[in-house]
């Protein structure tokens, strides 16, 4: 079993910055792939960055440059530093990892608006 909290959600004005952190428990974290995936209204879940054991990171095309995906394995956090922020990053943000099964944590909303 693992289990994912997220936090750092909050509103946000376009062009700013917000970091998300995921918390996880499991004693193998280091070897674990972890995702943020994010879901905005009316729209299906999308992967948004990817960090697997030995930080091999992995971004869409539409927050490459802006956002940045970092662990610390001593601690079992991921973080996801975003900049730039455009409205349209606005969704609720999920952590993620595949151990035999998925594993979903419970989400934070990110909101990006003037």
């Known amino acids: 079993q693992v289990q994912l909290v997220e936090s750092g959600g909050g509103l946000v004005q376009p062009g700013g910055s917000l970091t998300l952190s995921c918390a996880a428990s499991g004693r193998l974290f280091s070897i674990y792939t972890m995702d943020w995936y994010r879901q905005a209204p009316g729209k299906q879940r999308e992967l948004v960055a990817q960090?697997?054991?030995?930080?091999?990171?992995h971004y869409a095309a539409s927050v490459k440059g802006r956002f940045t995906i970092s662990r610390d394995n001593a601690k079992k956090i991921v973080d996801l530093q975003m900049a730039s922020l455009k409205p349209e990053d606005t969704a609720v943000y999920y952590c993620h990892t595949n151990i035999l099964n998925d594993y979903w944590g419970q989400g934070t909303r990110v909101t990006v608006s003037s």
């Open positions: 960090i697997a054991p030995g930080n091999v990171t």
